[in-house]
C-alpha cells in the first residue's frame, strides 16, 4: 500500500470504506503541507480542490468590511476542508488559513466528481458521508447561534 | 407521640367544656373549627359554643357550602379552605432583621416564641399532613426552627370524621379516615337516640396526663368500641373520590411529555389555590423589606405556588413558562416526585384542592385520565 | 464555614477584601469574615447564599480554592439586580453569608483516574475549586484536561490564570470561543467539539461539565459517544433557589433539589430529565 492510500485510509472520514473506492480517491489525491500563517484558499477563488486534514489546525473566516476577519470555526486534525468543489459554479464559501503547520491530501474536484458520475454507487458513498459531515456542521453552527453563554441565555 | 392505646373512654358531649378548659389550664390556646364567612375555618375558641354545633358542609369540585341539619353534633363536617399548616408552618414569617450604620450593618435573629397551642378537630387526613410537613421541615438534612418550635408546642386533639366528604379520598391515599397515629387525644363523636357522646382515646404521655385532670370518665364499653369500628368503616366505604394508587409514581414519569397537561393547561387558571389550600404544600419565598430611608431591612418567608412564573425564574426567564407544565410539576410532585424525595405520596386525600379549584379541576379525575392515556415516554 | 451560626436561615457578616473585574460583565469579590473564628472550609462545586443589604440575596458558587481557606471567593457575572449592586461594592463594604450548601464534585473519587473537566461561560467559576485542588495534589491524578468555552475572547475568565494550568501544572487546556473577530489565534467554535479529540481513557476517567442546560446536553452526548460510563460524567445544574436547605421548594428538578441534592449530579441520576421539557 502506498503511503497516500495509507493516509486515506487512516483518515476518519473514510473510516470503513472499501478498498476499492480508496483506491479510486488516490487517483485525484495528492500530498500537501502549509505552514503557519499560510492561505489554503480564498474565497470567491475557484474551489477546484477539497482537503483531508491529517494533522494540524485551519481556521475559517469570512472577510466583513469595517469589522476584519471574523473566524467561523476551526478545523482540526481529521477533518475534512471544503465542500464548494461539490457544487457549481465550484467557488469557495470561506478563506481557510493555517493555524499551525498543516498536513493533508489535496483531493481534485473534477477528478472526483468524474468518478462519482461514473460510478454512482461511489458517487452515494461519497455523498452519504459529506451529507453527515454537514449536518454536524449545521448541528455545531446551531449551538453557536443560540449563543448559550451570554446574560439572558 | 405514642401509637394507638388500648384503654378508651367516654366524654358525654355537654363536656366538652370541661375537656377544653382543661387544655387552657394547661397553658393552651385551643384552636378549632368555627362558621365564618359561610365556611367552617380554624381559628381561636373559647368554649364549645364557638364551635360549628348542626353544621355540616356540602362539597364537590369546585364547590363548598355549609347548611343546618337540625342535630346537635358539633364536628359533622369534613375540612375546609384552611389547613393546620398556617399555624405550624406560618403564611408569613418574619426571619431576621437587619441594621445599617453607614458602610456595615448587622443582623438580628427574630426572637420567636410561639404559645402553647391545642388544635381541637384535626382530621386523619390533617394529621396526616402534619406528619409530612414534619418529615420535611424536622427530619431532613436541614431544621426549620421556627416550625420546630410551634410543633412542640401543640397538642393534637384529633377527631375521626363520622361523615365522607365528597371530595374525600383518604381511604385511597391510607391516611384515614381512621386517626391511627400521631395524636395526644382522638375522638369519636357519637350521636343515637339517647345520647351524645365522644369516645376518647389517649396517645400520650401528656394527654394521659392531662386526662387525668378531668374529672373521672367512664370507660368506653365494648360495644361502644365496636359502635366506632363500625362507624368509620361505613365513612371508609362511602368515600366520595377515589384513586387507584398503584404504581402511582411511575404512571407519572411515563407521561412527562402526555398531551394531558395541555388539555388541563386549557381549563387551569394557575390561581394557585390549590397549592394555598393543601396542607402539604411547602414551598416558600424570600422577601426583603426595606424601609423608606433605606436603613432597616427585614427578610420574611412567604409561602409560594409553583403555579407562578417567578417560581422558577432563573437570569433569562421562567424553567417553566408553560401552564400545562406548571401544573405538571405541580400534581408530578405531589403524586410521584415526594415519593423519591420523602419516600410516601404528597396527597392525603384531603380534596381541598377539587373543591377549592374555580373551575373544578378534579385531581382523582386526572389521575384515571393519565391512566388511560399511553405511555409517552 | 460549616453553617456557622447554626441557623442556616441567618447570614454571617463578612466584608469585601478585594473586588475584582475579570471580564467586561464578570468580577469575582473576596470576602473575609468579620468575627476572626469562622471556619471557611467549603468542597469544589459547593455556593454559598450572598445578601446584599437591601437588595437582596442569590446563590453563588464559590470558586476559591478548597484547600487555602482563609477567605470566600466568588465570581459571577453581572445579571441582576443582586450581582449589580454586588459589582459597586468597595473593600470594607459588608456582605451577609450563608453556606456552604450543596452536593459537591467528586474530586476524590477522581483521584487515580483522568479527568475531563467541560466549562462553558461563567460555568468555569464553579469548575475552578476543582481544578485549584488538583494543582494542590496533582500527583493523585492522572491525565487532565480542561475544556473551556467563552462567548468571545474578551469574555475568558482567569486568562492569565489558565496559562500557568498547562504551563506548571500539567493541566491541558483547550479555550474556544463561538465568535472571534479580528486577532483571535485560537480556536472557534462549540467546546461540545473538543470533545471527540481530547486525551483520556474513557475507562477510567472522569467528566465533569458546568454551563449552560444545551451545551451540557450536548457535552453529555459527546461524551457518551467516547465511551465514557453515565455514572462517570458529572454535571452541575441551575435553578431558582431561595433557602439553600431544601425547604422552599423553588429548586426542584424532577424529585432532586438542586440546593441539597446537587447542583452536581451524577449524569446517570438524573438522565431521565435531561430531555424533558421544562421539567
Request: aromatic share 10%; net charge neutral; with cysteine.
Amino acid at each position: 500500500m502506498d503511503t497516500l492510500e495509507r493516509f486515506l485510509a487512516d483518515h476518519k472520514f473514510l473510516e470503513e470504506m472499501k478498498p476499492e473506492f480508496i483506491e479510486q480517491i488516490v487517483g485525484c489525491a495528492s500530498n500537501v503541507h502549509f505552514s503557519s500563517g499560510d492561505i489554503i484558499c480564498r474565497e470567491g477563488r475557484d474551489a477546484d480542490k477539497f482537503y483531508f486534514i491529517r494533522d494540524g489546525k485551519v481556521a475559517l473566516d469570512i472577510h466583513m468590511p469595517q469589522k476584519g476577519s471574523i473566524s467561523i470555526m476551526t478545523l482540526d486534525s481529521d477533518s475534512v476542508l471544503g465542500w464548494s468543489w461539490l457544487f457549481p459554479p465550484y467557488r469557495w464559501q470561506f478563506n481557510a488559513r493555517a493555524k499551525t503547520e498543516v498536513s493533508a491530501i489535496a483531493i481534485e474536484g473534477a477528478c472526483l466528481r468524474a468518478k462519482c458520475i461514473n460510478d454512482h454507487e461511489f458517487g452515494y458513498e461519497i455523498l452519504k458521508r459529506f451529507s453527515r459531515i454537514l449536518a454536524e456542521r449545521l448541528q455545531l453552527t446551531r449551538l453557536q447561534l443560540m449563543d448559550v453563554y451570554s446574560a439572558n441565555g | 407521640m405514642e401509637t394507638k392505646s388500648k384503654k378508651q373512654r367516654i366524654l358525654p358531649a355537654g363536656e366538652f367544656n370541661v375537656f377544653l378548659r382543661v387544655l387552657q389550664d394547661a397553658g393552651y390556646e385551643t384552636i378549632g373549627p368555627t362558621v365564618q364567612d359561610r365556611t367552617i375555618v380554624y381559628d381561636t375558641i373559647v368554649s364549645s359554643s364557638d364551635l360549628p354545633a348542626g353544621w355540616t358542609d356540602e362539597q364537590a369540585a369546585g364547590s363548598y357550602e355549609i347548611r343546618k341539619t337540625g342535630k346537635s353534633l358539633l364536628f359533622d363536617f369534613n375540612v375546609g379552605p384552611h389547613a393546620w399548616k398556617k399555624y405550624l408552618h406560618r403564611a408569613d414569617l418574619l426571619l431576621w432583621r437587619a441594621k445599617t450604620n453607614g458602610s456595615g450593618f448587622s443582623i438580628q435573629e427574630e426572637d420567636d416564641s410561639p404559645s402553647k397551642k391545642a388544635f381541637i378537630g384535626v382530621r386523619a387526613c390533617e394529621v396526616a399532613a402534619i406528619q409530612k410537613q414534619d418529615k420535611i421541615f424536622l427530619k431532613s438534612q436541614f431544621t426549620d426552627s421556627a416550625y420546630q418550635k410551634r410543633r412542640a408546642n401543640t397538642l393534637i386533639v384529633a377527631v375521626n370524621c363520622t361523615k365522607a366528604g365528597g371530595n374525600c379520598f383518604c381511604a385511597s391515599m391510607n391516611t384515614g379516615p381512621s386517626v391511627l397515629s400521631g395524636f395526644d387525644f382522638a375522638l369519636t363523636e357519637i350521636l343515637d337516640d339517647k345520647r351524645h357522646f365522644f369516645v376518647v382515646e389517649h396517645g400520650s404521655k401528656l394527654a394521659e396526663e392531662l386526662l387525668n385532670k378531668m374529672p373521672k370518665l367512664e370507660e368506653a364499653s365494648a360495644k361502644e368500641c365496636a359502635l366506632v369500628r363500625e362507624k368509620m368503616n361505613e365513612v371508609s366505604e362511602n368515600m366520595g373520590k377515589e384513586v387507584d394508587t398503584k404504581d402511582i409514581k411511575q404512571l407519572f414519569y411515563d407521561h412527562y411529555d402526555d398531551h394531558i397537561w395541555d388539555e388541563i393547561a386549557t381549563r387551569c387558571m394557575n390561581c394557585a389555590n390549590c397549592t394555598m389550600v393543601c396542607p402539604t404544600c411547602f414551598c416558600t419565598t424570600m422577601e426583603d423589606v426595606t424601609n423608606l430611608t433605606g436603613t432597616e431591612a427585614e427578610r420574611w418567608r412567604r409561602w409560594d405556588s409553583c403555579f407562578t412564573m417567578d417560581f422558577s425564574y432563573i437570569h433569562g426567564g421562567s424553567v417553566r413558562p408553560s401552564d400545562s407544565t406548571r401544573y405538571r410539576h405541580w400534581i408530578t410532585h405531589k403524586f410521584a416526585a415526594w415519593h423519591d424525595q420523602f419516600e410516601e405520596s404528597g396527597c392525603v386525600g384531603c380534596g381541598r384542592c377539587i373543591t377549592w379549584c374555580p373551575v373544578g379541576i378534579d385531581v382523582t379525575k386526572e389521575i384515571k385520565n393519565l391512566r388511560k392515556s399511553k405511555a409517552t415516554v | 464555614m460549616s453553617n456557622h451560626n447554626g441557623n442556616p436561615m441567618l447570614p454571617e457578616s463578612f466584608s469585601v477584601k478585594r473586588i475584582k473585574n475579570e471580564t467586561d460583565d464578570t468580577f469575582t469579590v473576596e470576602l473575609q469574615p468579620s468575627k476572626k473564628v469562622l471556619d471557611l472550609s467549603f468542597e469544589a462545586g459547593q455556593f454559598n447564599m450572598l445578601y446584599i443589604f437591601g437588595v437582596g440575596e442569590i446563590p453563588i458558587s464559590i470558586s476559591g480554592d478548597p484547600c487555602s481557606t482563609d477567605s470566600l471567593v466568588h465570581t459571577t457575572r453581572v445579571v441582576g439586580t443582586v450581582t449589580k449592586a454586588m459589582r459597586k461594592l468597595h473593600v470594607g463594604d459588608l456582605i451577609g453569608v450563608r453556606g456552604p450548601f450543596g452536593n459537591p464534585w467528586p474530586v476524590e473519587e477522581a483521584k487515580g483516574k483522568d479527568v475531563v473537566l467541560i466549562a462553558g461561560g461563567i460555568g468555569l467559576a464553579p469548575i475552578r475549586p476543582v481544578i485549584n485542588y488538583i494543582i494542590s495534589n496533582r500527583n493523585k491524578f492522572e491525565n487532565v484536561v480542561v475544556l473551556y468555552g467563552t462567548r468571545t475572547p474578551k469574555d475568558i475568565l482567569y486568562a492569565k490564570e489558565i496559562k500557568f494550568w498547562e504551563k506548571k501544572h500539567r493541566i491541558q487546556t483547550f479555550v474556544t470561543v463561538d465568535r472571534a473577530i479580528g486577532e483571535w489565534e485560537g480556536n472557534v467554535g462549540v467546546v461540545t467539539k473538543l470533545v471527540a479529540r481530547t486525551p483520556f481513557d474513557p475507562k477510567n476517567a472522569i467528566a465533569m461539565a458546568c454551563g449552560p442546560e444545551v451545551m451540557m446536553r450536548f457535552t453529555v452526548r459527546e461524551l457518551q459517544k467516547r465511551g465514557i460510563a453515565n455514572s462517570s460524567i458529572y454535571v452541575s445544574t441551575e435553578r431558582n433557589m431561595k433557602c439553600g436547605i431544601g425547604h422552599c421548594g423553588h429548586c426542584q428538578f424532577g424529585a432532586e433539589f438542586v440546593c441539597k441534592d446537587g447542583p452536581v449530579f451524577r449524569y446517570d441520576k438524573i438522565a431521565h430529565l435531561f430531555d424533558v421539557w421544562e421539567v
